[in-house]
């Protein structure tokens, strides 16, 4: 059994700065790709930020220079510092991390999600 737990989120001012962390607890042999994905009400979720496992990262072109996105092996969490909010960033984020329970096992899990909200 595996469970991502996401913390962090909540209301701020445009311009303002959050960080949200997810992290993973369970029945863990390792971990590949990790990522934030988000979805705004009436749109498909998308991707904000993944990093592999060989620390390759990419980011969706709304949030290059402005979100940063890193993992702490030693502690199965992934971070999401997020500079610079605007309005249009307002989503329920959501964290995934590609974990193997075994060698030969990856399973795709997915965070219960956290509310960011950008308004002044």
């Known amino acids: 059994q595996v469970q991502l737990v996401e913390t962090g989120g909540g209301l701020v001012q445009p311009g303002g700065s959050l960080r949200l962390s997810c992290a993973a607890s369970?029945?863990?042999?390792?971990?590949?790709?990790m990522g934030w994905y988000r979805q705004a009400p009436g749109k498909q979720r998308e991707l904000v930020a993944a990093?592999?496992?060989?620390?390759?990262?990419n980011y969706a072109d709304s949030v290059k220079g402005r979100f940063t996105i890193t993992r702490d092996n030693a502690k199965n969490t992934v971070n999401l510092q997020m500079n610079n909010l605007k309005p249009e960033d307002t989503a329920v984020y959501y964290c995934?991390?590609?974990?193997?329970?075994?060698?030969?096992?990856?399973?795709?899990?997915w965070g219960q999600g956290t509310q960011v909200t950008v308004s002044s």
């Open positions: 995934n991390q590609d974990i193997r329970t075994s060698p030969s096992r990856r399973y795709s899990y």
């Open positions: 990093i592999t496992s060989g620390t390759t990262i």
């Open positions: 369970g029945s863990i042999f390792s971990i590949d790709a």
